[in-house]
C-alpha cells in the first residue's frame, strides 16, 4: 500500500522561506521521478515543480521559477522543496506524488495522496 507523508510547512512573512520534505514509502525499490503540487482553497490542483527519476531535470510552473528548486535523494523515494522569497499566492496545501514527468501536462501517477503539508504566507 502507498503511503505518502509531507512535512515542512509552516506559516511564514513575505519573503521567508521553507522547505517541504515528502517521503513515499509502499513502491518497492527503484527511482520515479517525483512531483509537487498544491491546491489553494476554491482552486484546482497544480504542479508546482517536478524532477526527473535520473534527475538531471526538473520542471517548474511558471508562477514559482526562479524561487523554488525541487530536489531529491536518489536512495529513496523522497524529495524536497525548497522555497524562497514566498508570496501570499503561495499559500495552498503541498502535496507530493510519483509523477509521469515526460508526459505533457505532467501528471500524477497514483490517485490517492496524503495529508499535505500547508503553507501559509501573511504578514
Known amino acids: 500500500q502507498v503511503q505518502i507523508v509531507e512535512s515542512g510547512g509552516g506559516a511564514v512573512q513575505p519573503g521567508g522561506s521553507l522547505r517541504l520534505s515528502c517521503e513515499i514509502n509502499?513502491?518497492?525499490?527503484?527511482?520515479?521521478?517525483m512531483g509537487w503540487f498544491r491546491q489553494a482553497p476554491g482552486k484546482q490542483r497544480e504542479l508546482v515543480a517536478a524532477?526527473?527519476?535520473?534527475?538531471?531535470?526538473?520542471k517548474y510552473a511558471d508562477s514559482v521559477k526562479g524561487r523554488f528548486t525541487i530536489g531529491r535523494d536518489n536512495a529513496k523515494y523522497t524529495a524536497y522543496l525548497q522555497m524562497n522569497d514566498l508570496k501570499p499566492e503561495d499559500t495552498a496545501v503541498y502535496l507530493c506524488?510519483?509523477?509521469?514527468?515526460?508526459?505533457?501536462?505532467?501528471?500524477?501517477?497514483?490517485?490517492?495522496w496524503g495529508q499535505g503539508t500547508q503553507v501559509t504566507v501573511s504578514s
Open positions: 506524488n510519483v509523477v509521469n514527468f515526460l508526459s505533457e501536462p505532467v501528471t500524477p501517477v497514483f490517485s490517492s
Open positions: 509502499g513502491i518497492g525499490s527503484g527511482l520515479a521521478s
Open positions: 524532477i526527473k527519476n535520473s534527475g538531471d531535470r526538473t
